[in-house]
Nanobody, 123 residues
Framework: QVQLVESGGGLVQAGGSLRLSCAASRGTFSTYPMGWFRQAPGKEREFVAAISWSGGITYYADSVKGRFTISRDNAKNTVYLQMNSLKPEDTADYYC????????????????WGQGIQVTVSS
């Protein structure tokens, strides 16, 4: 089981940017797809972005397409989420996760989760 720790969250004004990082330890990272999800208060956890083990395939939720970019550095066991043009509706706790198998948008197919990090976008 891999251990995942998110960092880089915080408070930002609308239109601003943040870069989230997710560092993996104690397990295999480089051969698994990774994903980012978010959960706003009172809402279900939703898919944000995913990346294949090689980084060659990426998926995005429609709500973040063109604004967010997922990437990974397998040498550093880290996956990133660059978030630009942030909106108040992006406010949520953000989680990274390791997929069980193939790259997917389905949160049920992710087995290892970080503890999450808060992102707040003020208007």
């Amino acid at each position: 089981q891999v251990q995942l720790v998110e960092s880089g969250g915080g408070l930002v004004q609308a239109g601003g940017s943040l870069r989230l990082s997710c560092a993996a330890s104690r397990g295999t990272f480089s051969t698994y797809p990774m994903g980012w999800f978010r959960q706003a208060p009172g809402k279900e956890r939703e898919f944000v972005a995913a990346i294949s083990w090689s980084g060659g395939i990426t998926y995005y939720a429609d709500s973040v397409k063109g604004r967010f970019t997922i990437s990974r550095d397998n040498a550093k066991n880290t996956v990133y989420l660059q978030m630009n043009s942030l909106k108040p509706e992006d406010t949520a706790d953000y989680y990274c996760a390791r997929a069980r198998g193939a790259i997917t948008t389905n949160k049920l197919e992710y087995r290892d989760w970080g503890q999450g990090i808060q992102v707040t976008v003020s208007s």
